[in-house]
């Protein structure tokens, strides 16, 4: 099992970067397969990015590719999401979830993931 806690979001203006940050507890980090999602008010959790267990490999959704970068480092059991070129319409929760049931395959729906942190709200004003 592992908790996840997410840090970094803040009211920023459009084309300011960010970066946020992804906290994992437990000695087996870098058994999960971890991704970003956002959820904007009255919509619905939407993928963002996802990362391999190793880092190796990686995968965004069209809207952020360019703009957003996914890393982690796993002896810190943190993973990242570095957020450039920010829009009003990247305002959402941020949210981080892992899943090992397949810790080398980039999943990209919400039920692939087991576990989820409580979410960073990020604000871009234009």
């Known amino acids: 099992q592992v908790q996840l806690v997410e840090s970094g979001g803040r009211l920023v203006q459009a084309g300011d970067s960010l970066r946020l940050s992804c906290a994992a507890s437990g000695r087996t980090f870098s058994s999960y397969a971890m991704a970003w999602f956002r959820q904007a008010p009255g919509k619905e959790r939407e993928f963002v990015a996802a990362i391999t267990w190793s880092g190796g490999n990686t995968y965004y959704t069209d809207s952020v590719k360019g703009r957003f970068a996914i890393s982690r480092v796993n002896a810190k059991n943190t993973v990242y999401l570095q957020m450039n070129s920010l829009k009003p319409e990247d305002t959402a929760v941020y949210y981080c979830?892992?899943?090992?049931?397949?810790?080398?395959?980039?999943?990209?729906?919400?039920?692939?993931?087991?576990?989820w942190g409580q979410g960073t709200q990020v604000t871009v004003s234009s």
């Open positions: 979830a892992a899943q090992s049931r397949a810790p080398n395959v980039l999943r990209m729906i919400v039920n692939a993931y087991d576990y």
